[in-house]
Antibody, heavy 117, light 111 residues
Framework: QVQLQESGPGLVKASETLSLTCTVS????????WNWIRQPAGKGLEWIGR???????TYNPSLKSRVTMSVDMSIDQFSLRLTSLTAADTAVYYC???????????WGQGTVVTVSS | QSVVTQPPSVSGAPGQRVTISCTGS?????????VHWYQQLPGTAPKLLIY???NRPSGVPDRFSGSKSDTSASLAITGLQAEDEADYYC???????????FGGGTKLTVL
């Protein structure tokens, strides 16, 4: 079955850039949208954006100016880059597969990112 | 504040039926956008529970059901069990924001 695994630094400094990668294994990488979602501790879920395997991106307007996503089909990975970090970006970051009608049917386990001042 | 709203908490005794509402507007649920539901057990990633308003992925018990009407949707859980205690989120697409949006989440407590 398909599995997703996030990787990246757990601690980043304010004003710097966060880079996370999601590796997809055990299933097809093409023909899906690949998403990033985050969740601050004790709070709800926020969709960050998505990328298709052809590289088409859609970002949450609230984060659009700071977000870049990319995809590498040769190694079944997609990535998130978030710039100008503040404490408000501290959260668990999840990658998730987008199925039909925009549902997220497979999720990674999440990676904790803390922004320090 | 999310553009789709859920009650912060609901509760029920084992064996009972509970419902969780997800209220939107004409720019999301009322515009025809599908509603999906997720269950998040403590310390784990969310899990897709209902997709396309009322469809259950393979492996999800039929105790869970979803419905949609006008600008709102509901998740119903029958035969409540202790292991159902979790946070539940609805999700849809908002045309005004051009973004996928989540409800604020509802904490289900099994008494």
């Amino acid at each position: 079955q398909v599995q997703l695994q996030e990787s990246g630094p757990g601690l980043v400094k304010a004003s710097e850039t966060l880079s996370l990668t999601c590796t997809v294994s055990g299933g097809s990488f093409s023909a899906y949208y690949w998403n990033w979602i985050r969740q601050p501790a004790g709070k709800g879920l926020e969709w960050i954006g998505r990328i298709s395997t052809s590289g088409t991106t859609t970002y949450n307007p609230s984060l659009k100016s700071r977000v870049t996503m990319s995809v590498d089909m040769s190694i079944d990975q997609f990535s998130l880059r978030l710039t100008s970090l503040t404490a408000a970006d501290t959260a668990v970051y999840y990658c998730a597969r987008g199925a039909g009608a925009d549902a997220f049917d497979v999720w990674g386990q999440g990676t904790v990112v803390t922004v320090s001042s | 504040q999310s553009v789709v709203t859920q009650p912060p908490s609901v509760s029920g005794a084992p064996g009972q039926r509970v419902t969780i509402s997800c209220t939107g507007s004409r720019s999301n649920i009322g515009a025809g956008s599908d509603v999906h539901w997720y269950q998040q057990l403590p310390g784990t990633a969310p899990k897709l529970l209902i997709y396309g308003n009322s469809n259950r992925p393979s492996g999800v018990p039929d105790r869970f059901s979803g419905s949609k009407s006008d600008t709102s949707a509901s998740l119903a859980i029958t035969g409540l069990q202790a292991e159902d205690e979790a946070d539940y989120y609805c999700q849809s697409y908002d045309r005004s924001l051009s973004a996928l949006v989540f409800g604020g989440g509802t904490k289900l407590t099994v008494l």
